[in-house]
C-alpha cells in the first residue's frame, strides 16, 4: 500500500512537471544531459554588469554565476521568470541556469543598489 | 550525586554512536568510541568499565559498549541541554548558528533543569535546535524522524533541508553561504559518482554544487505537503510561466546616511548628521521607471535660516526603451566625476567627500532636465542631458560654480545646459570616463550678457579584489569672468575675484587589508588632491595664492557588513599663501547603505 502510494505520488510529480513549464524549466538539469552548456561568470558592482554583453547558441544551457563586489544586487532577466538576488561581498555566489531561445534579452539589477541603479543593465543575445 | 562532565561526555558520545550502528549490531566499537573522545582506546576502556560499575552502560570486553536505559536517558538530558543552549543563544541572544557549539559544550555540563525548563518554556517547546538536530523532551525521549540524505533522497523531487549533522563551524558556514540551512526548499537536480559531487537546485533557482561528503551530512524530508499544493495549481501555473507577463508596478525603499565627527586643528570638534536619503523607486512596467532620491542635509532644516538642506536630489521618470537608447526626465544627477552618480558612503574611502568633488565638481550635482542614455555594446556607455544652466551670479572666489547650482527649483530656462559622459565598463573592476557640462549663465544680469561656462573631467576607478584606485582630473572654464566680476561688484560692492579657470585633480589608493573575517573587513587608504579655484585669472583679477591648495587625506574604513562603513581619516590641507593657513583635521563618520 505505502509502496503503491509512493508510486502514485512519484507519477503525480511527473505529470504535475511535464505540464507546467516553469517549474519544467527548474527540473531541466535533470533531463537534457546532452544540451550544450556554458559557463558564464558575470561580476556585479554599483552601477554596472561585467560583462554585461553574452553572445550564446539559442538552446545552450546558460549557467550564470554572479558574484558582487558590493552591496547585495538583483539579476532579472526582463521577460522570463529569472530574478534571483546577489549576496553581498564575500557572502557567496548566486547561480541560475536560462536556456535561451533565439534572440535579445536583456537583464537588469531587480534590487535598489543606489543613485545609478538604472544604469544597470545587459543584454544575453542568443543566435540561431 | 550528579555526574561529571567526563561521565557525560561518555555518555553523549555512546548515545551518538549508537546512532549510526545499523541493526542487528547494538554494541558501539571502544575503537571508534575512544576516536570520538579524542582519547586512547585504554583510557576509553577503563572509564567504560567504571561506567558500567555504575549501571549506565552494558560492556563487553573486545565487543563494544551500549547504553542501559539510565544510561540513555542520562545521556538524552545531556544533549537536550546542549540543544536547547545552542537554540537560546541563537533565537534570543543573535548568535550565528556556527558558534554556538562550543558554548553549549560548556554550558551543558552546568545549566539546571529548572533553568533549561524555563529556557525550554521561552522557546515554545520546540523540536529542532539551530542544525536541525532533535530535542530530547525532559524524559529523554525524542520525536522519531524521517529522513534521508542528499545522497538517497529521490532526484528531481522537492525536498526541504531538515537537519545538518557535522557541526564543525567551518562547514556550517559553507551550508549557509549555499543557502542549504535547514527549512530550505530544494531538489537534487544530479549525481555524479565519477566526480564525487551532486548538483542542487536550491531557492530562487540558485544551482549549488556540493561534494558527496557534504551531501551526505545534510538529511532532507520530501516534501509532500508542497507537490499536493503544486498539484492543487497546475492550471494557474501552467498559465502564467506559458506566457511570462511583464511584471507588475512594483515600489522599492532604499537609504543610506553619513554621520560625521570633525575636529579641526585649535578648534573644538562638531558632530553633524551630514546626509540622511531616502530612495524610492516605482516600476509602473518593466519599461517605465521612477526614481527619487530625497536627502537632508545636515539634519536640521529651518525657515528663514541657512542651516540644513532639504533636497530633492533625484525624482525623475525613465522610459527604457532599448539596451542602446532610453530617455530621461526630470531631476537627474549631472553624469560628471566618480563620486557625483556614486556616492553611497560605504563605496568610497575618506569621511568627507575629495575636496575636487566639492569646489570643481558641485557634487551632489543635480538639475531638472532630460536627455538620454544607454549602452552601446563592448562595455561602451553614454549618458546626454539638456538641463536648466548654472547661475553666474553666485559663483564664487573659494567654491568656484558650487552655489550656481539652480536645483530644479524655478530654475530659469532661458538658456540651457548641455552634459554627458561618455563610460567604459568593459574590464571586470574597471570604470574609465570622460564627461563635460557646457552652458551660458549669466542670465540674471540686466543689461544681459553671457557667461558660458565649460566643465571638462576624466576619471578612473579600478577595483580588483583588496586593491582599489582612483584618478580624477576636472577643469572648468568660466568666460568673460571679468564682466562677471564688474557686474557683481556693481551688485554687493565688493569684487569677488572670481577667476577664468578652475583646476583639480587627485589619486587615491585603497587596499583591503583584512577580507571577509568574521568581524568583517578592513581597508585603509591615502588620497592626494590638488586644486585650484583661481587657476587663471580674467584680465585683470588678482590671483590669490590661498585657493591654491592641496591636501593629503589618510584613514581606514571598517566594514562590519559591506553595507555599514565605520571610518576614520586625517586630512592635512595646505596652500600657497604664507597668512591664511587651513588646519588639519581628524574626522570620524559612520555610513550605511539599505
Known amino acids: ?34 544540451s550544450p552548456r556554458q559557463v558564464v561568470e558575470i561580476a ?40 534571483l538576488e546577489l549576496p553581498k561581498r564575500g557572502k557567496g555566489v548566486a547561480t541560475v541556469t536560462f536556456t535561451p531561445k533565439a534572440g535579445r534579452y536583456t537583464f537588469e539589477c531587480s534590487r535598489l543598489c543606489g543613485a545609478g541603479h538604472e544604469f544597470m543593465r545587459g543584454v544575453i543575445v542568443a543566435s540561431e | ?69 539510565a544510561g540513555h536517558k542520562l545521556a538524552a ?129 540558485r544551482l549549488i554544487t556540493i561534494g558527496t561528503r557534504a551531501a551526505s551530512k545534510l538529511l532532507v524530508q520530501v516534501a509532500r505537503t508542497a507537490l499536493l499544493l503544486l498539484l492543487a495549481v497546475v492550471p494557474a501555473l501552467a498559465q502564467d510561466a506559458a506566457t511570462p507577463a511583464a511584471r507588475g508596478p512594483r515600489t522599492s525603499l532604499s537609504g543610506y546616511m553619513d554621520f560625521h565627527y570633525n575636529k579641526p586643528e585649535f578648534a573644538d570638534g562638531s558632530l553633524d548628521f551630514h546626509r540622511f536619503v531616502l530612495l524610492v523607486t516605482h516600476s509602473f512596467s518593466d519599461r517605465i521607471r521612477f526614481v527619487s532620491e530625497i536627502e537632508i542635509e545636515h539634519a536640521l532644516v529651518e525657515g528663514g535660516e541657512e542651516k540644513g538642506e532639504l533636497e530633492l536630489e533625484q525624482a525623475y521618470v525613465d522610459f527604457l526603451l532599448s539596451r542602446r537608447f532610453n530617455v530621461r526626465a526630470g531631476m537627474m544627477l549631472m553624469p560628471v566625476g566618480i563620486i557625483n552618480e556614486r556616492h553611497e558612503p560605504p563605496v568610497y574611502y575618506g ?80 570604470t574609465a570616463g570622460a564627461s563635460w557640462w557646457a552652458g551660458r549663465s549669466g542670465f540674471e544680469f540686466r543689461p544681459r550678457f553671457d557667461v558660458p561656462v565649460k566643465l571638462a573631467e576624466a576619471d578612473a576607478r579600478y577595483g580588483r579584489n583588496r586593491f582599489e584606485g582612483r584618478l580624477q582630473f576636472a577643469q572648468v572654464w568660466i568666460d568673460n569672468a571679468d564682466l562677471l566680476n564688474d557686474a557683481l561688484t556693481r551688485r554687493v560692492g565688493v569684487d569677488p575675484n572670481i577667476a577664468h579657470v578652475l583646476r583639480g585633480f587627485y589619486a587615491e589608493s585603497g587596499y583591503r587589508f583584512i577580507e571577509a573575517a568574521r568581524f568583517g573587513d578592513v581597508g585603509a587608504f591615502v588620497r592626494y588632491e590638488n586644486f585650484d579655484t583661481q587657476y587663471r585669472m580674467a584680465g585683470s583679477g588678482i590671483r590669490l595664492p590661498q585657493f591654491d591648495r592641496d591636501a593629503w587625506v589618510m584613514g581606514a574604513t571598517y566594514w562590519p557588513d559591506p553595507d555599514i562603513a565605520i571610518k576614520t581619516d586625517y586630512s592635512v590641507v595646505r596652500n600657497r599663501s604664507g597668512f591664511i593657513q587651513v588646519p588639519n583635521s581628524f574626522n570620524l563618520g559612520l555610513g550605511w547603505w539599505f
Open chain 2, 351 to 430: 569621511v568627507e567627500r575629495p575636496f575636487v568633488d566639492t569646489v570643481i565638481v558641485p557634487t551632489t550635482w543635480f538639475e531638472t532636465g532630460a536627455g538620454i542614455h544607454g549602452e552601446v555594446g563592448r562595455g561602451w556607455r553614454y549618458r546626454a542631458f539638456v538641463t536648466a544652466p548654472l547661475n553666474a551670479a553666485e559663483f564664487s572666489a573659494d567654491e568656484g560654480i558650487r552655489e550656481g547650482k539652480q536645483k530644479g527649483s524655478q530654475a530659469n530656462a532661458g538658456r540651457v545646459g548641455t552634459t554627458g559622459r561618455l563610460e567604459y565598463v568593459g574590464l571586470r573592476g574597471l
Open chain 2, 77 to 205: 538530558l545531556v544533549l537536550r541541554r546542549h540543544r536547547l543552549v545552542e537554540l537560546f543563544l541563537v533565537r534570543l541572544m543573535g548568535y550565528a548558528w556556527d558558534e554556538v557549539h562550543d558554548e553549549a559544550e560548556q554550558l551543558e555540563h552546568v545549566v539546571s533543569d529548572r533553568l533549561i525548563d524555563r529556557m525550554d518554556e521561552m522557546l515554545g517547546r520546540p523540536e529542532v535546535d539551530p542544525h536541525g538536530d532533535p530535542i530530547p523532551n525532559a524524559d529523554g525521549q525524542v520525536k522519531p524522524q524521517e529522513s534521508q540524505t542528499l545522497m538517497t533522497c529521490p532526484i528531481g523531487a522537492p525536498v526541504r533541508v531538515t537537519r545538518v549533522v557535522d557541526q564543525d563551524s567551518a562547514f556550517l558556514r559553507f551550508v549557509d553561504r549555499h543557502y542549504l540551512k535547514p527549512g530550505a526548499a530544494i531538489q537534487v537536480e544530479e549525481r555524479d559518482p565519477s566526480a564525487d559531487s551532486v548538483r542542487v537546485r536550491g531557492e530562487g533557482g
Open chain 2, 1 to 69: 550525586m550528579l555526574p561529571s562532565s567526563t561521565v557525560e561526555n561518555y555518555l553523549k558520545a555512546i548515545y551518538k554512536g549508537a546512532s549510526t550502528l545499523t541493526p542487528p549490531h547494538r554494541l558501539l566499537p571502544m575503537g571508534q568510541l575512544a576516536s570520538a573522545l579524542g582519547v586512547v582506546p585504554g583510557t576509553a576502556t577503563t572509564m567504560v568499565k567504571a561506567l558500567a560499575e555504575s549501571g549506565l552502560v552494558e560492556y563487553e570486553p573486545y565487543s563494544g559498549v551500549a547504553l542501559t536505559a
Open chain 1, 44 to 83: 556585479a558592482e554599483r552601477f554596472s554588469f561585467t560583462p554585461s554583453e553574452i553572445k550564446t547558441k539559442a538552446g545552450t544551457t546558460l549557467e550564470i554565476r554572479l558574484r558582487s563586489d558590493d552591496t547585495a544586487h538583483g539579476f532579472h532577466i526582463i521577460g522570463t521568470d529569472v530574478d
Open chain 1, 1 to 34: 500500500m505505502r509502496h503503491l502510494r509512493t508510486s502514485l505520488l512519484g507519477a503525480a510529480t511527473l505529470a504535475a512537471l511535464a505540464v507546467v513549464p516553469g517549474v519544467a524549466s527548474r527540473a531541466r538539469g535533470a533531463q537534457p544531459a546532452e
